[in-house]
């Protein structure tokens, strides 16, 4: 007799087989991608817009301090002050540079069609975003704003800028840290140009010197005003 043919043993479908596990992964991956989208929306907000915003605010708000501490009282008086602002100030620079570290070390902040030399300037944005963190949070804290009380007056400000910015260590303080903050805000507005450029080889390999030379009398104009703190007279006497 013949033998039964034997039994077919049941088709097993590979993992994957049927796409699901694929799909899966492409949906994952393209949340993923909204997410690093939104967030580097968020720090170019953040690190192109209110920085930048922030420190020509700075700097239109103390260069009356040039004049005598009345004219600088009667200026600062008319703008935010306290614990409050402090946090308003702080939180914005403070979420900025969050994100922009977890988007670099998720190496999302590399742009698929970057300018090579915006990004070989990469770790220097992440060094100056950095020290203009520490230097946020050293200037309000130096200042009195971290601290609210009788002692945290306006005029307490401008004494303890008066006096400790004639001493070494404070001094080099502020210069490091004003001169990084204005490469942080020069270096990000250099990318945003050469991204927003990049169609125009030409255009696009001047905008970093045009930026430069928007960002470069503003810091000279810090640089003034530290001057003045630390020596009475400023860079240029007279």
């Known amino acids: 007799m013949a033998e039964p043919p034997a039994a077919e043993e049941p088709h097993q479908v590979a993992d994957g087989a049927d796409g699901s596990d694929d799909t899966d992964d492409t949906d994952d991956t393209r949340r993923a991608a909204r997410l690093v989208g939104r967030l580097r929306r968020l720090h170019t907000v953040l690190g192109r817009v209110l920085l930048p915003g922030y ?7 103390q260069w009356p301090a040039l004049r005598g501490v009345e004219h600088w009282r009667s200026r600062v008086e008319a703008g935010p002050t306290g614990p409050v602002a402090a946090m308003l100030i702080a939180l914005p620079i403070v979420l900025h540079g969050c994100v922009g570290l977890g988007l670099a070390l998720g190496a999302g902040t590399r742009h698929r069609h970057e300018d090579p030399q915006m990004a070989s300037l990469r770790p220097v ?3 100056t975003g950095g020290l203009v963190l520490l230097f946020l949070l ?3 804290w130096h200042v009195g704003m971290l601290a609210p009380g ?10 303890r800028l008066w006096h400790d910015l004639g001493k070494p260590l404070p001094l080099v303080i502020y210069v490091v840290g004003v001169s990084a903050a204005c490469m942080h805000v020069g270096l990000g507005l250099s990318r945003v140009a050469t991204d927003r450029l990049a169609a125009q080889p030409l255009a696009a390999r001047w905008a970093p010197l045009a930026v430069g030379v928007v960002v470069a ?17 400023g860079l240029w006497p007279g």
Do not use: D, K, Q, V
């Open 217 to 233: 009398p503003a810091w000279l104009m810090f640089m003034e005003l530290i001057a003045f703190f630390a020596t009475g007279e």
């Open 138 to 140: 050293y200037h309000l």
């Open 150 to 159: 009788p002692h945290a007056t306006i005029t307490t400000a401008f004494g």
């Open 55 to 61: 420190l020509l605010y700075h700097l239109w708000e």
């Open 125 to 127: 944005r992440m060094i």
